[in-house]
């Protein structure tokens, strides 16, 4: 755009009045343009990753691009992100639905120990947590069994049932077995839902010398790991509803391959499941932070105060 001989004068004036130079005003455009490009291009990655990672949240995405960011010489801190995400309403809100009942306890069979309670596992294959899903194809439900290694995170074995029977546990513990050879000393953990306490099932853990853990209530958080698995998969990878069972089926495959072999995980160091099952052994970071806990300490302290 040309600016006029009176134009420059009058902008001259007006620069002198709040103490600065004209070359300082037309840096701030030159800055304000690399601000917008900056955004433009963070904005095009999330969307291809998200092309794939339909729901990820906004810290994991932060850690996906730093590489990405570096690549380009772009200079973006996480509230900075955030920011730039929820200006354009691309935050993740949480979806809340009602669930159809998936654990039938078996309250009157053998009670097993909870083993998991104080165990940390510090190897791949020391641990297995199982627990089952929904997910919803038509106008009702499929269900989706899961065996999943609670030092690594990654998802060893699935099976994607149209019924609540044993089969799609059975299915998915022989994936498991079948996929990690090295088991001594294993211990299964689950609920107490009556598919885990199933003839084959329980000859199947037999065969392979497998300690069995069960909860001993119905609390959930007795297999926190095995409900946080579920709810990724759900609220992050897998559509709300599919119309039919083998789509599905198809998307269900695809959404494990993704969670074990793409997405990082807070609980892992920012590792992906799958690199962090090749490690085999060592401690990993957490990095997050629980801010119940927190929160709740720091009510007990002003209370006791």
């Not at 297995?128 to 690594?152: C, K, M, N």
């Not at 009556?194 to 209530?217: A, G, I, P, T």
Request: hydrophobic share 35%; glycine share 8%.
């Amino acid at each position: 755009m040309e600016i006029s001989g009176s134009e420059r004068r009058g902008l001259g004036l007006l620069c002198g009045l709040f103490g600065y130079t004209r070359q300082a005003y037309y840096g701030q455009f030159r800055e304000a343009g690399k601000d917008a490009a900056s955004a433009y291009l963070v904005l095009a990655e999330v969307v291809r990753i998200r092309k794939v990672q339909k729901r990820i949240g906004g810290r994991k995405l932060h850690h996906m691009l730093a590489g990405f960011m570096e690549e380009h010489s772009l200079m973006m801190g996480r509230d900075g992100f955030f920011d730039l995400l929820r200006e354009h309403q691309m935050l993740v809100r949480r979806r809340r639905s009602r669930k159809p009942r998936t654990t039938y306890s078996g309250y009157w069979m053998k009670r097993h120990s909870n083993l998991a309670k104080e165990f940390i596992p510090m190897a791949a294959n020391q641990l297995w947590v199982s627990d089952i899903t929904y997910v919803r194809v038509g106008e009702g439900f499929a269900y989706l069994s899961l065996v999943t290694d609670a030092y690594s995170r990654k998802i060893v074995g699935f099976c994607l049932s149209r019924d609540l029977t044993a089969r799609g546990c059975v299915e998915a513990l022989r994936m498991a077995f079948a996929g990690n050879c090295e088991t001594d000393g294993l211990i299964h953990h689950s609920d107490r839902g009556l598919q885990y306490y199933s003839s084959r099932y329980m000859k199947l853990l037999k065969r392979h010398s497998v300690r069995v853990s069960m909860s001993e209530k119905s609390d959930p958080l007795e297999n926190a790991i095995a409900e946080r698995v579920n709810g990724i998969l759900k609220d992050e990878l897998l559509e709300k509803r599919f119309e039919s069972f083998a789509r599905a089926h198809r998307e269900v495959a695809e959404a494990v391959s993704i969670y074990n072999n793409l997405r990082p995980h807070l609980s892992i160091d920012m590792l992906t499941p799958a690199e962090a099952h090749s490690m085999q052994h060592g401690s990993l970071k957490r990095r997050w932070k629980n801010y119940y806990a927190s929160k709740r300490s720091r009510f007990t302290v002003q209370a006791s105060a």
